[in-house]
């Protein structure tokens, strides 16, 4: 197994490998964790599987083992050909080189899975863990599952619950789309190089139906941005002065009573079917 420490230093020797701090390389040496991802992203023979970011191939090993295909997309040329060698026993893997901030993931689904659900499985560079995520729910990729080790403390944020200091914009956005679960954390010393932070494998599992009716999901998401763009500021004070949404205090005021909360209530402490009542509510006045 490539993640074995010792394996892993043998490729980067061979291949005189030096690691980008900044495409976020820590790859993984601990094959517990491989095995503790892979499991939880529960894979069997029926699923095609994207992973982002392969590195030298150490997680891709064990999804070509237990997925039907692989696809996996990496920014750095130079591992291109270091893959194309550690992955050489597989015939269910396609590597491409590309960006995956600016890769076509519609395009895959569509040309090479009829357009039915993935799973994306990534130990995911940490500078684009947020815009990722966001853009495999807001772009409606079709998913069946998303299991992810990133930082602990977005992990967290994620996870939060209404009234936690971990609670905000980005605990709504996801939960709004997908059920998280933390389903291990990984200290840095199962890392090569070590990153200065703690980690987590978190799984978000869509929502088969959404449990929320929105009438407009683009005024939810501001009046979530609106409501922990200044944390300290009441939602009357956080919308009113938000860039973007032109309501009146009047309107907010009357959507917070209609709501039966107070109007010095602030964002932190309402829940996601709150902000979706107050959305809902709010949306006539658009
Ligand atoms: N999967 C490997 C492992 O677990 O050992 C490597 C994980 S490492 C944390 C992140 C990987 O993502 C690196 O190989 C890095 O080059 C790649 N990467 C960084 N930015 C990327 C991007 N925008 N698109 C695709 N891959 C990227």
Redesign the pocket.
């Known amino acids: 197994m490539l ?1 074995k420490p010792r394996n892993t230093i043998e490729i980067i020797n061979k291949y005189s490998f030096v690691f ?1 701090k900044k ?6 040496i601990d094959t517990h964790v491989l095995e503790k991802i892979v499991r939880t992203a529960d894979i069997s023979k029926d699923d095609f599987v994207l ?6 191939g ?3 090993q064990y999804l070509c083992e237990s997925a039907r295909e692989v696809v996996a ?4 040329k130079r ?1 291109i050909p270091i893959l194309e060698d550690t992955l050489s026993a597989y015939d269910n893997i396609t590597i491409l080189n ?4 600016k ?1 076509d993931i519609e395009g895959l689904v569509k040309n090479y899975n009829n357009n039915r659900p993935i799973k994306v499985v ?7 863990t947020t815009p990722i995520i966001m853009d495999l729910f807001e772009k409606h990729i079709p998913l069946a599952g998303v299991t992810i ?1 990133i930082q602990r403390e977005v992990a967290d944020r994620i996870q939060a619950r209404p009234g936690t200091k971990e609670y905000g914009a980005l605990s709504l956005a996801v939960q709004y789309y997908a059920k998280p679960y933390i389903a291990a954390n990984v200290p840095p010393n199962c ?1 090569m190089p070590r990153p200065k932070v703690g980690s987590a494998v978190i799984n978000l599992t869509p929502h088969t139906e959404s449990p929320y009716q929105v009438k407009d999901e683009a005024l939810l998401f501001s009046l979530i941005r609106a409501s922990f763009n200044q944390r300290r500021k009441t939602l009357v004070n956080g919308i009113y002065n938000f860039e973007g949404l032109s309501f009146s205090k009047e309107e907010i005021v009357e959507a917070l009573e209609f709501l039966e909360l107070s109007k010095d209530i602030r964002g932190e402490t309402m829940t996601l079917g709150q902000f979706v009542e107050m959305a809902n509510y709010l949306s006539k006045y658009i």
């Open positions: 993640a980008q495409y976020g390389q820590n790859f993984l992973e982002i970011g392969p590195g030298i150490s997680l891709t997309v990496e920014i750095d591992l590309e960006d995956i901030l890769f990534a130990n995911l560079p940490y500078y684009i080790m890392f």
